[in-house]
């Protein structure tokens, strides 16, 4: 509990963010990654791996981007700051909470890497915003990148939705559009990767499939499948059931999807 109310401390949020709670989830997943970090080592390794081999591609080609846009890079833990650099020009990490990484970061590369506070499904400030509406343009100058966020995005505003009364089956209807619209918005742009959980694993069941249909919309859209592990998310020790997630990489460069 001390641990996460230091981490809370160093946590810089946005206002709309943080009355949703998710400055509280940053903290809490900071320290995670301390205690954990063995057992997430090949999930962190991997997350770097895909994001790197997507930035490079891009890289290469005739009318390769020469910024990053980065988003649920608040932690840094995951994204391979140092190659990127090597890539392109200025790296944008957007989040709506900063730790002292990535805060840290910004001020050694000053003029590189840039901290931007952004809500990027637009609904935080207001939850009765049309999803598709609100989410905010991706810049199309950049190679855009998706961080383990598609399956995190509505679930404060959802969870805030249902404790006020809003019948389940509304709350999971805008859920999914959070998500699609994150989806059209990052397919609008030419170069792009998406890290995403699509199943939840346990040892003693089938695993269940978190984002239904996803692989056909991608497909549609003009994306192509990278590479898949898994991530031990609750590790024996961590809870009672062990549980984890099955894990993907997804990525477009140049034309495709247009």
Do not use: K
Not at 42 to 51: F, N, P, S, V
Not at 62 to 71: E, H, L, S, T, Y
Not at 206 to 214: F, Q, R
């Amino acid at each position: 509990m001390i641990e996460e109310l230091i981490a809370w401390a160093r946590m810089e949020c946005l206002p709309a963010a943080q009355r949703l709670g998710l400055r509280r989830e940053a903290a809490a997943l900071a320290v995670r990654h301390r205690r954990l970090r063995a057992q997430w080592a090949d999930h962190i390794a991997q997350t770097r791996a895909a994001l790197l081999a997507s930035a490079r591609r891009a890289a290469a080609l005739p009318d390769a981007p020469r910024r990053a846009w980065i988003m649920g890079a608040g932690l840094l833990q995951d994204v391979p700051l140092r190659e990127l650099l090597d890539l392109f020009e200025t790296i944008d990490l957007v989040d709506v909470c900063f730790g002292p990484a990535a805060r840290a970061a910004a001020r050694r590369h000053r003029g590189r890497v840039r901290c931007a506070r952004q809500d990027v499904s637009g609904v935080l400030e207001d939850l009765s915003r049309d999803p598709q509406r609100a989410s905010p343009p991706m810049p199309a100058d950049a190679w855009c990148a998706s961080v383990n966020l598609l399956s995190q995005l509505p679930l404060l505003p959802c969870a805030a939705l249902l404790n006020s009364g809003e019948a389940e089956a509304a709350v999971e209807r805008y859920g999914t559009a959070i998500q699609q619209a994150h989806i059209d918005a990052l397919s609008r742009v030419p170069h792009a990767c998406l890290i995403v959980e699509y199943a939840q694993t346990r040892a003693t069941a089938p695993d269940e499939v978190l984002l239904p249909g996803l692989q056909d919309r991608l497909f549609s859209a003009g994306w192509a499948s990278g590479s898949r592990w898994h991530w031990p998310l609750n590790p024996e020790g961590e809870a009672d059931e062990p549980s984890g997630r099955a894990m993907q990489a997804w990525w477009r460069s140049g034309d495709a999807g247009r």
